[in-house]
Each structure stands twice: as C-alpha cells, then as structure tokens.
C-alpha cells in the first residue's frame, strides 16, 4: 500500500499538471464541463500510473470514484480558496486577500488527503 500512496503522488502530480490544458484551467469555474472534463484526465492519470507501475490500487473503481468526483467538485467549487477564507478570517471584497500560491498549495492539500485516504480506505 505504501507504493500505492507514493504513486498516488505522481498521478496527482500528472493529472492535475500535465494532462490538464488551458481551456479545462481557465474555464473549469465557469462551467460544469471543462471541470468534468479534467476530472476525467485527472482519474486517467491514476490509470495510467497505475498499469505503469503495477499497482491496482490506483485504479480500483471505488477510489477511482471517489478521487475523480471529489476533484470536479473541489475544482470547480473552487473549495480551496473557501478554506483560505474561512480560515484567514477573509471576507472583504470578492476574492481572497490571501497569496494565490496559498491558495493553490491549499487545493494540492485537499486532493492528495482525499487521494490518500481513497487508497488507504477504500481500495
């Protein structure tokens, strides 16, 4: 299980980095399909590792499940900079007053616990 988790990073790493174009980055806020869309390249990513490096864990159907549509709504609710808000206290004006890089640090914390307890619980 422990390469699982190791493994899990690397295809969080390509879902989220390589396999996703401009169109899903800019547009995955505005509207439910690019944000499905990435989900979907996001979860081929775990395939893909996954075959590449032996390990079944990362596609098994539940974790698949649950990785790919905990990333569309987090992604698309945008629920990272929320946390920042909530946890900073922030509620003036339409954005955080919070560094962007928080923010987007925020969202890679929130997908890789969901990934791992995926992998850990469910698989």
């Known amino acids: 299980m422990n390469d699982a988790l190791a493994l899990s990073i690397l295809a969080h790493l390509t879902?989220?980095?390589l396999f996703?174009?401009?169109?899903?980055?800019?547009?995955?806020?505005?509207d439910w399909i690019p944000a499905i869309v990435h989900g979907l390249f996001y979860g081929l990513a775990f395939v893909a590792v996954g075959l590449?490096?032996?390990?079944p864990a990362l596609y098994s159907p539940w974790s698949l499940l649950m990785i790919i549509s905990t990333h569309i709504v987090i992604d698309?609710?945008?629920?990272?900079?929320?946390?920042?808000?909530?946890?900073?206290?922030?509620?003036?004006?339409?954005?955080?007053?919070?560094p962007l890089w928080v923010c987007?640090?925020?969202?890679?914390?929130?997908?890789?616990?969901?990934?791992?307890?995926?992998?850990?619980?469910?698989?």
């Open 15 to 17: 879902g989220d980095f």
């Open 20 to 30: 996703q174009n401009s169109w899903m980055a800019l547009s995955k806020r505005m």
């Open 76 to 98: 698309k609710l945008a629920v990272a900079s929320y946390w920042v808000r909530v946890y900073n206290w922030d509620w003036e004006g339409d954005k955080p007053k919070t």
């Open 52 to 55: 590449a490096f032996r390990s």
């Open 104 to 123: 987007l640090a925020c969202d890679q914390a929130l997908h890789t616990w969901i990934n791992m307890l995926s992998l850990a619980y469910i698989a």
